[in-house]
């Protein structure tokens, strides 16, 4: 086993406060014996202090002076989305591994150029595509591979919620409504749902779409439905919003030519073969304990990175496809879909 690592938390918010921080804590000391970490904001910062014991000397304003005077083993960077490309370059420029919350960047290129640094740095770029390793999710994933529902063909996920995720106070609670976030509930929530639907159907080859404001007043999209032709022929349905006004119902299916397999609210997931009904137990989790075991096992070189960037980069192109094909009307080709000057 190798040595307890120093880890840096860039951006300590929402997210960080009620999800990661738990999940280090149960990863242990033995993994990650120091923090150090960087938030503009007085209140965040203090608030990841206190629950991992990190001194005020350790703690930065501006994560560029953490990078000079800290040399960390790895940092996890979780701030707004429109600051994840200028940071995950600098920290690889840096020679520091990078874990980076989704989305990886809020345009294609952008993701591109994440990639492009990464390689020619040496240093390892993750994105934390959680959903793909809550238990629920794993599970599926094992099933379709067991053969348990036959040959896949659909893969249909819905939500329409009535919010979005409000950020923490103090920095800007509805960043996520703006433009300079780089688009609303796709890139946001419907991201996971696309990195999902190309983890259990495969590479997409076009996409169709209607993305709109339909019932909020703010600047990006409140609802996205998205239908998705996969390379061997599948179908995705993915429909996701901020827009609605009652308690939507939660889908997240996918269809075999025997069957279908259903991720439920309660956590399990339940199998269903013509009458015959299967139901398997699983922690309705989030996915993140799984995440950063996968990435610490990465960089100890004894396993794979948990989502590398060109996953995340076919996640964007998939979703700047689609805002595109919303845009045009059209049907947009995915694998020769290039952003032009974003
Ligand atoms: N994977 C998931 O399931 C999941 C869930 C929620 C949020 N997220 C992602 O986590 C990220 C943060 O979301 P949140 O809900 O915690 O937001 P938040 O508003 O609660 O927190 C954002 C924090 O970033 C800080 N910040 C702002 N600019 C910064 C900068 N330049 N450098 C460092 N820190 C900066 C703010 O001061 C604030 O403390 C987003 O990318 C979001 O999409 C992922």
């Not at 014991?53 to 989305?81: C, K, T, W």
């Not at 590479?203 to 996969?230: K, W």
Request: aromatic share 8%; net charge negative.
């Amino acid at each position: 086993m190798s040595k307890p690592r120093k880890g840096a938390m860039i951006g300590c918010g929402r997210v960080v406060q009620d999800h990661h921080v738990p999940a280090w804590m149960q990863l242990g000391r033995s993994v990650v014996d120091r923090w150090t970490v960087a938030d503009p904001l007085l209140q965040s910062r203090a608030a990841v202090q206190v629950q991992l014991g990190v001194p005020n000397e350790m703690a930065y304003i501006d994560y560029r002076a953490l990078l000079l005077r800290e040399q960390p083993d790895f940092v996890v960077i979780s701030s707004p989305h429109q600051f994840h490309e200028t940071t995950v370059i600098d920290c690889l420029n840096a020679g520091v591994p990078v874990l980076v919350e989704k989305p990886v960047a809020t345009t294609l290129a952008g993701a591109e150029r994440m990639v492009a640094v990464s390689r020619e740095a040496g240093v390892h770029l993750a994105v934390l595509h959680n959903y793909r390793w809550m238990e629920q999710a794993r599970l599926v994933r094992r099933l379709l591979d067991e053969g348990a529902v036959g040959e896949p063909f659909l893969f249909r996920s819905e939500r329409i919620g009535m919010y979005w995720s409000q950020g923490i106070e103090g920095y800007d609670p509805a960043w996520r409504t703006k433009e300079s976030a780089g688009g609303g509930c796709l890139l946001d929530n419907g991201y996971h749902k696309v990195y999902l639907a190309l983890n259990y159907l495969g590479p997409v080859a076009s996409v169709q779409a209607r993305i709109g404001t339909f019932n909020r007043e703010i600047e990006v999209d409140d609802t996205a439905l998205l239908l998705l032709t996969h390379v061997n022929g599948a179908t995705s349905s993915i429909q996701v919003a901020w827009s609605g006004s009652g308690q939507s119902v939660n889908v997240s299916e996918v269809c075999g030519r025997k069957g279908s397999i259903s991720q439920e609210d309660d956590g399990s997931v339940k199998v269903s073969c013509c009458e015959e009904v299967i139901r398997h137990t699983s922690r309705a989790d989030a996915g993140f304990l799984e995440t950063f075991r996968r990435f610490i096992d990465m960089l100890d070189g004894r396993g794979e990175s948990p989502a590398t960037a060109e996953e995340a980069v076919e996640t964007m192109r998939v979703i700047r496809a689609a805002y595109h094909s919303a845009r045009t009307g059209t049907v947009v080709d995915v694998p020769g879909y290039r952003e032009q000057g974003a």
